[in-house]
């Protein structure tokens, strides 16, 4: 089908601030899956999140009718209306959802209601409850909503009424790990997005946002890491990340695979801790002073580096990491202690 033409949805702006230091819970390699649709007969349920832009191929054709990148349902001839349970891979406070519609045009859903529950085991009618209110929806396009309930969340249940198409369904948060269970002597990746950790400030994220470096695995193509765009003045590019909890980092790995003619130049990374600050100048002035646990150092190509890192007085709950002058990285590795 490499010939067809196709399209792509472009990213939602306004969406930014509330959503610039959340992850997409949704994502599969956290685990997430949809494990049921009441009806999927035009698009696969599973395609509602897929990772990447939903794209709209004008001439593509299946079996079943108009091929269409994300959750479809038939038309309902009877009364009921259609929903699909989301199980997140990981258990997580949600602070907006986005149902996208993109190219869903005379066949999206007019209304939608979002459900959700935090149980072990696949949850019962008595375990529901509202989450997002049933809400009118806008086709071909995203429908932002802010959750103000703080609980944590381990299912979805997405309604549509009566019926129709989802692009994709994007659930913004952070991952509410369980620190009581990791032992004090345990060594483990404290930057991981499955523990918790997220991105919170940088000054550029052009090709790719600074929480990829967080992901599970090795990046599988260049897009899954954190990039810059080519710096034309003078200076460099940074961005601060938080941990999934303090702790105290010993070993650093660093990994610019798939960064060939665009890795960085040098890295260095510092760690420390955040106070109230919370806009972007205000947390790049406090991470500048922080002590360094590797001095600025060359990276090559396509390649992972290993560094030991210099010991601090008290434990970190965020680094800063500097790349000189710009480009990519595609993903960060800060093993150590919990505190």
């Known amino acids: 089908m490499s010939s067809e033409r196709f399209l792509t949805a472009r990213p939602l702006p306004e969406a930014e601030e509330l959503t610039r ?14 494990t049921f649709a009441t009806d999927d007969f035009f698009a696969d349920k599973s395609r509602m999140i897929d990772p990447a832009p939903p794209v709209f191929y004008p001439d593509r054709f299946d079996d079943h009718g108009k091929w269409m990148d ?5 038309r309902k001839r009877t009364t009921g209306h259609d929903h699909a349970v989301i199980r997140l891979g990981q258990r997580g406070r949600i602070v907006a959802v986005d149902v996208d519609t993109s190219f869903f045009t005379g066949n999206y859903p007019p209304e939608a209601m979002i459900e959700a529950a ?6 019962g009618d008595a375990d529901w409850y509202a989450f997002v209110p049933r809400s009118a929806l806008n086709g071909d396009g995203h429908n ?6 703080d609980r944590p969340v381990r299912w979805l249940k997405l309604h549509i009424f009566p019926d129709g198409g989802v692009a994709r369904l994007r659930v913004y948060g952070t991952i509410e790990k369980d620190w009581g269970l990791v032992s004090p002597d345990e060594t483990v990746d404290l930057a991981a997005m499955e523990n918790g950790g997220t991105a919170v400030a940088w000054n550029d994220a052009h090709y790719g946002h600074p929480a990829n470096m967080l992901a599970p695995g090795r990046a599988p193509v260049m897009a899954d890491g954190w990039e810059t765009a080519r710096r034309r003045v003078p200076g460099n590019d940074w961005c601060v990340l938080k941990l999934g909890t303090a702790g105290r980092i010993e070993r650093i790995a660093i990994d610019t695979n798939h960064f060939k003619g665009n890795f960085p130049d040098r890295f260095s990374l ?3 801790r955040l106070g109230d600050e919370t806009t972007l100048e205000a947390i790049d002035a406090a991470s500048r002073s922080w002590p360094a646990i590797v001095e600025e150092a060359k990276l090559k190509a396509h390649h992972v580096e290993k560094f030991t890192a210099a010991p601090l007085d008290r434990p970190a709950t965020h680094v800063r990491l500097d790349i000189f002058p710009d ?13």
């Open 21 to 34: 230091r959340a992850i997409d819970l949704a994502q599969p390699r956290l685990g997430t899956e949809v």
């Open 144 to 149: 932002l909503f802010a959750i103000e309930d």
């Open 118 to 123: 935090d149980t072990a085991g696949e949850p």
């Open 270 to 272: 510092r760690a420390g």
């Open 327 to 339: 480009g990519g990285v595609s993903r960060l590795r800060l093993y150590g202690k919990k505190a």
């Open 70 to 74: 994300g959750w479809e349902s038939r």
